[in-house]
């Protein structure tokens, strides 16, 4: 079992090949049903505007079973060339960085945040998710936490619909001629804008544009109750659908924010007056949400959402300085995170066989008395043993697997706990005379030693061994002694 993390994004592939895996992905949720892991497997499946990735705990036949079933959803082959495959710390290192808005294209976006905790939600609702992968994606929102609270990366950085307002502020703060060629009534800082789209992209750039001055906006949505309802929040107008080439040919600037499968402003629907003075189109949609050949047109200038970094440069030091900060927080959770892991690993053959001994000796002896009961009796006898057994065993593994594996020799400590659980070849009786030798007479011991033979002076050093070695391992702190450290 090894970590991955293969996809495709904005640093790899244009825009053009994205909006191919990221085209109806909210039907594309369907791909954990068709996507065959091995049994332990773990995935969790990510889509945005700018990256269609997969994180996965299992073995290569995963990863070529997701890859297959991201090619069945596009339609198209997997773009080796433009995609990517991490695999171990590396792997995790990506995970970390995305979560924490290292990767985004505007470095400190927040939204990835909350993106990826949606997409792990839909990973454990489809039962995708088990321990470890519960354990990486929380580890990787706690290291989002710390790179927002330590970092500066996410306050001097705005998010995408904020950084469209952004250009669009500073393309008007000079002033521009109005549509009919003279000079504007209004302030020349406030130009008209139009947005295509009211989800929640939509909405920000309304905010966006309001909170930088910028009054006259609109919106228009295929759901008139929608743009209403975004209109009336930003304090804004509303145009119908059907009017929005109309509108945006009237207006100074667009912004397109929706998921449409298929571009919503087409060339062939604009009149040749629309060229007659600038208007300026800011498409942050994938797919695409407008047509390339638009950008052609007189008047027109179209900024795609690749070219959206570019079109308003930021300070490179100030930016350098919180990505090298937030480094240093991801390399202290990665450390945190394997050396997780590794107990994990460690622990799980031990904690294995003692459940696996556990539940071998409860099913003999249920087996034993079953013929006592009746059969709705020996139901609840089942029940009963068996959540006993679970009681016994939980405390002492939760114990385990809050031990520092520094602090002991922890290896050598699991080991002999494993050792000391392990089956003998030995019968039921055999076992059970073992277990009570303290009280067989002289004679009894001999002939249970002739049975089942037992190394004394080996047991004897082995039961040394686990009371010195695992004493610290399994005592609770003293300063705190009501509380057992649970993994978070």
């Known amino acids: 079992m090894t970590f991955y993390a293969l996809g495709i994004n904005y640093l790899r592939a ?12 909210e039907e ?6 068709n996507i065959s892991l091995n049994p332990g497997s773990e995935l969790v499946l990510l889509s945005t ?4 990735e997969a994180y996965l705990y299992g073995a290569e036949e995963d990863v070529r079973s997701v890859r297959e079933a991201f090619e069945k959803h596009a339609g198209h082959t997997w773009p080796e ?6 695999r171990d710390e590396q792997a995790i290192r990506h995970i970390f960085e995305v979560a924490a808005g290292m990767k985004s294209l505007i470095p400190g976006d927040l939204h990835i945040y909350f993106q990826l905790k949606e997409a792990y939600g839909a990973a454990v609702e489809r039962d995708c998710v088990n321990t470890t992968m519960h354990r990486l994606l929380h580890t990787a929102f706690r290291t989002a936490k710390r790179v927002i609270n330590e970092t500066d990366l996410s306050q001097n950085n705005a998010s995408i619909p904020v950084r469209a307002a952004e250009v669009i502020k500073s393309r008007y703060i000079r002033g521009r001629a109005s549509k009919s060629g003279g000079a504007r009534k209004d302030s020349p800082d406030a130009p008209t804008a139009l947005i295509i789209g009211a989800g929640r992209i939509g909405k920000e750039a309304g905010e966006a544009l309001r909170m930088l001055g910028i009054q006259h906006v609109s919106f228009t949505n295929r759901s008139e109750e929608r743009a209403r309802d975004a209109a009336d929040r930003y304090r804004a107008h509303y145009v119908p659908w059907e009017d929005r080439h109309v509108a945006a040919a009237r ?14 402003l087409r060339c ?9 003075t600038p208007t300026l189109i800011i498409d942050i949609s994938v797919p695409r949400g407008v047509e390339e050949q ?21 300070t490179r030091e100030m930016l350098q300085s919180s990505l090298e900060n937030a480094g240093r927080i991801v390399d202290e959770m990665i450390s945190e995170f394997v050396s997780w892991v590794f107990l994990h690993q460690s622990l799980q053959p031990a904690i294995q066989t003692i459940a696996e001994t556990f539940e071998t000796i409860r099913l003999q002896e249920v087996g034993k008395y079953s013929q006592q009961f009746s059969e709705k009796d020996r139901d609840q006898l089942d029940r009963l043993t068996r959540s006993i057994v679970q009681k016994l065993l939980a405390v002492p593994v939760v114990r385990l697997k809050s031990v520092d594996p520094e602090r002991i020799d922890f290896a050598h400590g699991v080991r002999l706990l494993q050792h000391l659980f392990l089956r003998q070849d030995c019968d039921d009786e055999e076992v059970a005379a073992a277990s009570n030798i303290s009280l067989s007479d002289t004679a009894e011991q001999e002939v249970s030693r002739e049975n089942c033979p037992i190394d004394t002076q080996h047991s004897d050093d082995l039961l040394q061994d686990v009371e010195r070695t695992l004493s610290d391992a399994l005592r609770i702190s003293p300063r705190d002694p009501d509380t057992v450290r649970h993994e978070s």
Not at 28 to 33: D, M, N, Q, S, V
């Open 268 to 276: 062939t629907e604009f009149t040749e007056e629309a060229g007659i």
């Open 251 to 264: 207006s100074d600037t667009v912004i397109v924010a929706t998921s449409a499968p298929e571009p919503v």
């Open 81 to 86: 060339d433009m995609s990517f495959l991490y």
């Open 294 to 314: 638009i950008g052609a047109l007189p008047g027109m200038e179209l900024i795609t959402i690749d070219q959206l970094e570019k079109a308003e440069p930021r």
């Open 14 to 25: 244009p825009v053009e090949i994205r909006e191919s895996f990221a085209s109806g992905w």
């Open 49 to 52: 505007c700018n990256r269609t």
């Open 28 to 33: 594309g949720h369907g791909l954990y049903r």
